[in-house]
């Protein structure tokens, strides 16, 4: 199975989402809720042309040999440095409720491409139970990522998540989200106070998701974080605010080495994977284009698109000088 042919399936299926060849937000844009923006502007577009004004430096004055795309994260290491990002309902996607189908392909494919899947708690009451069961028929490494509720619910969801997650993360800048303010639950905002006492009830590794400000993320590290997601939520909760791409840099600078780095949003190939890397982040989370892979072909369509990054990632690498993932640095991008 191609990519292309992965596009092709997922547009015979797919709702709302075009199945673009390149996911930038355009073929979507401002159709909320779904899978694109938040009205007026187009923050998936912003994403995407962030990490675009970032070019890589060509540098074959190298030490020739094989390139190694592998990492350590959160005490593991993995094939690469990626995570696929957490989408807590389909129905955007397809008229019958497919979390819990969707789930489990995506941790299928990652786990047979040694990568990380991180899964949100959705809404829907059969979500949780399903991604257990996933967890266990796949033996796949995966972060649960619940959303800012009442610190009580919170901590009762990720108790079960205990003895099988990689790590546990709170997203933080979906409180705002059109769906919530509907649904009857109670999210809202969260203090460093309110995250130390999630901390306090996991032995996992703590991430917090939703960071855009050096200030926020110093507060995360204040708090105990031992990884930050950096994100706007794919520009669907806040418009005209910056990309991804355009904070890096900052948050890197404030607490590189206090915690682990991560960024999604926009991020779609291998070379934008090197970009985020070479700027400072130990990881990046794609999200959008896992449902495509999915929709287009299951798990094997998850498989086939984390491969082609994988291909994407290491040629990219090869052709900045990078051999292993500690050899990128931001000698190697400059910005137009």
């Known amino acids: ?34 899978p694109g923006s938040k009205a007026p502007g187009n923050g998936a577009n912003t994403n995407w042309k962030a990490w675009k004004n970032i070019r890589l430096n060509f540098d074959t004055f190298a030490e020739d040999g094989p390139v190694d795309t592998g990492c350590t994260l959160f005490g593991k290491h993995f094939a690469l440095p990626l995570m696929s990002g957490p989408i807590g309902s389909m ?33 829907a009451p059969s979500v949780l139970p399903g991604a257990l069961e996933s967890i266990a028929r796949h033996h796949a490494d995966v972060i649960p990522v619940f ?6 619910s919170i901590i ?6 205990e003895d099988c997650a990689l790590a546990i993360c709170v997203v933080v800048d ?8 509907h649904s009857g639950d109670q999210p809202g905002s969260k203090t460093v106070s309110d995250l130390k006492e999630i901390k306090a009830h996991t032995k996992r590794p703590f991430i917090v998701k939703g960071i855009m400000t050096v200030k926020n ?33 900052e948050i890197v600078s404030a607490v590189k080495g206090s ?21 400072g982040a130990d990881a990046v989370l794609i999200c959008r284009p896992f449902a495509t892979a999915w929709f287009g072909g299951g798990a094997e369509g998850v498989s086939t698109y984390i491969e082609m990054l994988k291909t994407e990632f290491s040629e990219a690498m090869y052709m900045v000088g990078a051999r292993k993932v500690s050899d990128l640095c931001p000698d190697m991008v400059r910005y137009s």
């Not at 042919?5 to 979507?28: D, F, H, Q, W």
């Not at 009762?156 to 998540?161: G, H, L, N, V």
């Not at 991560?262 to 700027?279: E, F, Q």
């Open 1 to 34: 199975m191609t990519y292309k042919e992965i596009l092709e399936n997922a547009r015979k299926t797919i709702l709302n989402c075009k199945a673009c060849p390149e996911c930038n937000g355009l073929g979507c844009g401002n159709t909320l809720p779904g």
């Open 91 to 123: 129905t955007q996607y397809s008229r019958e409720d497919v979390t819990v189908a969707f789930n489990d392909g995506v941790m299928e494919g990652t786990a047979k491409t040694g990568t990380i899947d991180c899964f949100g708690d959705g809404i």
């Open 147 to 152: 959303n800012p509720m009442p610190n009580a």
């Open 156 to 161: 009762r969801k990720m108790e079960q998540f």
């Open 174 to 181: 979906s409180a705002g989200l059109s769906h919530w303010k």
């Open 217 to 249: 993320a110093l507060q995360a590290v204040e708090a105990g974080a031992d990884g930050i997601i950096v994100s706007n939520h794919g520009g669907r909760a806040l418009a005209d605010v910056p990309g991804t791409a355009e904070v890096l840099p």
């Open 259 to 279: 915690t682990a780095i991560i960024v999604d949003g926009g991020i779609r190939h291998g070379v934008d994977m090197v970009k985020a890397l070479a700027i």
